[in-house]
């Protein structure tokens, strides 16, 4: 038998139980230590027996601290440690999950797939993934190429789904929906002309919001951290444009 350290890092949510896979249930369940953000152990909390497993509630600040310190001294071999993040952990966490694969190894990380932000807001906005270009904002480093693709991706027409920059300790690294819309128009949009969606707290039951509108409304405009932005250039098509 294979005995190491495990880790598992699930997507839970992005806002709700009832967007948590029977796998990630079962991983939970399974688990010696479970390590998240305040808002993400609510999501999962109805699956935590505290007599069970050991729960480490972290911010940015202490989360190095707090993942070494199980790894380096609580963990016995063979025990296994949750890290649950909000929506896909395959979409806009890799500055942690990569962290995270540096202090276990590749071999001992299992990376499970919940439900992103993004996909139920292409599901709300009816605007295919496959057909948008998906952008996140919300990393620490530069987003200057990021914005240039949003420009471009504009001007070919394409829908984009994004998630936006909120920056809560240093606004002037925000780059939320009204920046978004005013940053469009200094790149010489029309954006008096370009359909815009932008979804707060998803599948949250009680504070999910829609706005749907024109990008120029934006501009004077507040949104939630917790939002998702569609700009909606979508032109569907069936199989019955392509018969021949
Ligand atoms: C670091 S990113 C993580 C994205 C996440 N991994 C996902 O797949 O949805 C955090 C951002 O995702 C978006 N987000 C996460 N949960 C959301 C929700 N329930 N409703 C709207 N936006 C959400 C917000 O823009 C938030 O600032």
Request: net charge negative; with cysteine.
């Amino acid at each position: 038998m294979d005995l190491t350290k495990k880790l598992s890092v699930i997507g839970v949510g992005p806002g709700s139980k009832k967007y948590i896979t029977d796998y990630s249930k079962e991983v939970i369940k399974k688990s010696q230590f479970i390590i998240g953000y305040k808002y993400t152990l609510s999501t999962i909390s109805h699956l935590i027996d505290e007599s069970v497993q050991q729960v480490f509630e972290i911010t940015m600040k202490n989360q190095e601290q707090v993942y070494l310190h199980v790894f380096e001294n609580l963990m016995k071999d063979d025990d296994q440690c949750v890290v649950p993040f909000t929506g896909d952990v395959n979409f806009s966490e890799s500055e942690v999950v990569d962290r995270l694969l540096d202090i276990y190894g590749d071999d001992n990380v299992e990376i499970i797939s919940g439900i992103s932000s993004i996909q139920i807001a292409s599901a709300k906005s009816k605007v295919p993934l496959d057909k948008a270009t998906i952008i996140t904002f919300h990393i620490t480093g530069d987003i200057e190429e990021k914005k240039l693709e949003l420009v471009k991706s504009v001007t070919d027409k394409k829908s984009i789904i994004l998630v936006p920059r909120p920056w809560p300790s240093n606004p002037s690294k925000n780059f939320m929906p009204s920046d978004i819309s005013l940053f469009l128009k200094k790149n010489g949009l029309d954006t008096s002309k370009i359909n815009v969606w932008v979804f707060e707290n998803l599948t949250d039951d009680e504070k999910e919001t829609l706005y749907k509108g024109k990008m120029d409304s934006l501009e004077s405009k507040r949104f939630s951290d917790l939002s998702v932005m569609v700009i909606d250039q979508n032109m569907r098509q069936t199989y019955l444009d392509f018969k021949s």
